[in-house]
């Protein structure tokens, strides 16, 4: 005669952790098989058929992890895998490589990625970095010569950097960019040489949006680190006095630049919105995008680099425990500090506006950047 | 949805189709009923009546002696059998007194009616205090201490709302008695000695809102507006209430920002205690949930068994191990391990549910929980709080502010018992308090 005890409340919605990751990883596939049928269709079935190897190396590379992880543990090794969702971090890792790297490198890093950025932490939900975020950081830390004979022109980004350090400042100077990679069309579309699944900006945000509608990612995010992105750079091209381009302003398309270049909405919609390593309260994520984004502008303008964008995610990564405790309140009790808080991101964005500014000289002569004439190993000029 | 906040609230399937249509069943009980001799911790019962004595329905059986001191009455007329111990809904096994039922169901008044039109609010106020009435919303706060001290308020909200699933109790009430309904609420008015009334009713039930509309213009009762909530939990909660209703906020009571919340059903009792002199005797209760075969509406003393009920009603669809019974709804209800529970004053349904349960995952920190939490806690920083074993995080964190709604747990995508881990931090801190 006696109920099951339970506490309540005895009620849970279907929405579930397992679905969250299902459509993510979805999300992923579709940009993944659209960089897998551009490398086919552009450059070839061996280019396409490198994508798909790199992915599968990455994947049976995370389940040994898992597996020897789940053994040492004493844990049963399907179910540390299937509840551990590393797959999403092979799949991110994978895109964010260029095309001719060797699966040896990709092993490696999916290696750091799985067994240093996660399993030691105690796995999925413990770590501290984006795991994906530290593949890529170790690949351009010791694989920046390894690649394979598949060569492809330089990346417009890796140009972009090294070539116009990030400031084409002229008509002629964007239009000898533009010609390289395709015209606007390209940029937007994604078809041309860079990382995997990064260039594909059109089709990421379309990915985006119904990853928001589904409840897999916080609007927030995505929309204010892009807005970030976008307000910084609109100031530095105010006061750099860019030149307008066939009519456009120079303060919207030199922001459009930097938005379609790089990989920020890759990363913005993907892997900064990774909510094991972001802030958990809606106002920690606001000021946690913001200064993402301050810093990625930073690093691209300042360092030169062509990936702002990892490295401002793993620095944002190391301030989230701090961002949380500061915002630790119930929430209608700290309202004006959160207010104060982004305030002040705001504020960071703008000094980063002005000291990139102040500092970085445009670069007004348009290059002559022949894209046949470019066999130079990718890996090799992104570190330039 | 708010910039810095989430939606505070969440749309929750509400299963009332289960009972909304169906008649409301009156039962009596076949022998006895149990009135429980419980009015909150910390009460001492003064019974009048002894074993062996006749009492009718309106008959005072005791008096409480405690903070805020309630009577009770009898809900059945029969013949007093004296005080056992039965399991209650507080959880702990409670003083009961049984009442063995006769055939007549002799009535006789409480207390003598009152023409509230002509009354004082002080009159009133006594009137109520002598009534028993005690809030319907769930919590069972006797009702005249909210109307004590009305300098401040202007705004008296009355909460038709009822967002927990599967409950229908108060819809069918205020359905059956809407003239009643008005009359308590002007009451309630002239208590509050306010101009605004606002009842708050589920856009859902547009039948409801047209029915209580109908009787105010028939009325014409000055000041009193119904309007429409969405369909979202906790939206029955006083303070989404309050804030969809008059964006205020406030820290620990309604009163602060010049509100009174009362529940429908209250009102009606009210109705009943003052026009004719009737303490309150039966209950509207919903009998619902998958664990039954069929769910329904009751209108049964106060006091009777809950497994008698059910019996009556048609039995569970299988044993009782693999069953949750719940007294209320599922979000906010306990449930409780035996069904010789009798339906208590403030009780508004018996939920029963089949047993199974999702297996629980590692956070990932989602903060589904912190956007949807209805006061704006965040729940997963005070979980955090309780592993650390950090009292003074949890109590930072505003802990003590949780309703207990159950919000964090239902929209857990990882299947955590969050409000569980919250509750661990209140229960920290209510005994460190106590141990100063």
């Known amino acids: ?384 | 949805m708010s910039l810095l906040l989430g939606p505070m609230c969440q749309h929750i399937p509400g299963k009332k189709g289960l009972t909304d249509h169906s008649d409301v069943k009156r039962l009596m009980p076949k022998k006895e009923v149990y009135i429980p001799l419980f009015a909150g911790n910390n009460s001492q019962i003064d019974l009048l009546v002894s074993e062996g004595d006749h009492v009718k329905i309106g008959t005072r059986l005791a008096n409480t002696k405690s903070a805020f001191p309630v009577p009770l009455y009898s809900s059945v007329s029969g013949t007093v059998k004296g005080i056992t111990k039965r399991p209650h809904n507080s959880l702990k096994p409670q003083q009961h007194l049984v009442i063995e039922v006769d055939e007549q169901q002799e009535v006789q008044q409480a207390f003598l009616p009152m023409d509230w039109h002509k009354a004082n609010r002080e009159e009133m106020l006594e009137f109520v205090k002598e009534s028993g009435i005690i809030g319907q919303g769930g919590a069972g706060f006797p009702t005249y201490v909210k109307y004590q001290k009305v300098e401040n308020i202007n705004t008296l909200v009355i909460n038709a709302v009822e967002c927990e699933p599967y409950i229908t109790a108060d819809y069918k009430c205020v359905m059956d008695y809407p003239e009643q309904f008005v009359h308590g609420v002007r009451i309630l008015q002239k208590l509050a000695e306010v101009d605004t009334v606002l009842i708050g009713v589920k856009k859902t039930h547009p039948d409801l809102i047209n029915v209580i509309r109908q009787e105010i213009e028939r009325e014409h009762a000055a000041g009193i507006e119904v309007r429409e909530v969405p369909d979202v939990y906790p939206m029955g909660g006083e303070r989404t209430l309050i804030r969809q209703l008059l964006h205020r906020e406030y820290n620990r009571l309604p009163g602060e920002c010049g509100v009174i919340v009362n529940n429908a059903n209250t009102a009606i009792l009210i109705a009943n205690a003052f026009e004719l002199g009737q303490a309150q005797a039966k209950k509207y209760v919903t009998f619902s949930g998958e664990g039954l075969k069929y769910p329904t509406n009751v209108l049964v003393p106060i006091g009777m068994a809950v497994n008698e009920i059910i019996e009556q009603i048609g039995g569970y669809i299988e044993k009782e191990e693999t069953l949750k019974l719940i007294a209320g709804g599922p979000m906010m209800g306990k449930t409780m391990v035996s069904d010789l529970i009798v339906i208590d004053r403030a009780m508004n349904a018996v939920t029963v549910l089949k047993n199974h349960d999702e297996e629980a995952m590692t956070c990932m920190r989602c903060g589904s929980c912190t956007q949807h939490c209805p006061i704006g806690l965040q729940p997963v920083r005070i979980a955090n709080a309780v592993k650390m074993n950090d009292a003074a995080e949890m109590e930072k964190r505003g802990a003590m502010q949780c309703i207990e709604c159950g919000l964090c747990t239902y929209v857990c995508p990882s299947h955590i018992q969050v409000t569980e881990n919250v509750r661990k931090a209140k229960r920290t801190l209510m005994m460190k308090a106590k141990k100063k």
């Open chain 1, 1 to 384: 005669m006696k109920f099951a005890f339970h506490v309540s409340p005895n009620l849970q919605s279907k929405h579930s952790t397992q679905m969250i990751m299902r459509d993510l990883t979805i999300g992923l596939l579709i940009v993944f098989a659209a960089s897998v049928i551009y490398y086919f269709a552009a450059w070839g079935p061996a280019y396409g058929m490198q994508a798909i190897i790199l992915l599968l190396c990455s994947l049976v590379t995370t389940f040994v992890c898992e597996a020897v992880f789940a053994k040492v543990k004493k844990q049963d090794i399907k179910s540390v895998i299937t509840h551990s969702f590393g797959w999403v971090t092979s799949i991110i890792l994978v895109m964010m490589c260029p095309i001719s790297i060797t699966p040896y490198a990709v092993i490696v890093a999916t290696f750091f990625a799985i067994a240093i950025g996660r399993l030691v932490f105690g796995g999925f939900g413990y770590n501290i970095f984006n795991p994906a975020a530290v593949g890529r950081a170790v690949i351009f830390a010791s694989f920046s010569g390894v690649t394979t004979n598949l060569v492809t022109s330089a990346t417009p980004t890796g140009v972009l950097a090294s070539t116009f350090s990030w400031m084409p400042g002229t008509e002629a100077a964007l239009q000898s960019f533009l010609d390289y990679c395709g015209g606007w069309g390209g940029l937007l579309l994604g078809t041309y040489p860079g990382a995997i699944g990064e260039t594909f900006s059109l089709l990421i945000l379309l990915v985006g949006a119904f990853l928001i509608v589904r409840n897999v990612i916080d609007w927030r995010i995505p929309t204010f680190y892009l807005g970030t992105i976008f307000v910084i750079t609109f100031v530095i091209a105010i006061l750099e006095g860019i030149e307008p381009y066939h009519g456009i302003p120079g303060w919207l398309w030199y922001p459009a630049l930097h938005l379609l270049t790089g990989g920020v909405i890759f990363g913005g919609v993907f892997m900064l919105t990774d909510p094991v390593t972001a802030p958990t309260v809606p106002s920690g994520r606001i000021f946690f995008a913001m200064c993402a984004a301050a810093l990625t502008v930073l690093i691209r303008l300042k360092g030169n680099l062509p990936e702002g964008c990892l490295y401002s995610i793993l620095i944002m990564n190391t301030f989230t425990p701090m961002i949380e405790s500061a915002l630790d309140l119930p929430q209608l009790a700290q309202m004006k500090k959160a207010w104060i808080m982004i305030a002040c991101a705001g504020v960071l964005s703008l000094c980063v506006s002005f000291y990139a500014a102040t500092t970085v000289k445009r670069v007004n002569a348009p290059r002559n950047l022949e894209k046949t004439a470019l066999v130079m190993p990718s890996a090799v000029e992104e570190v330039l």
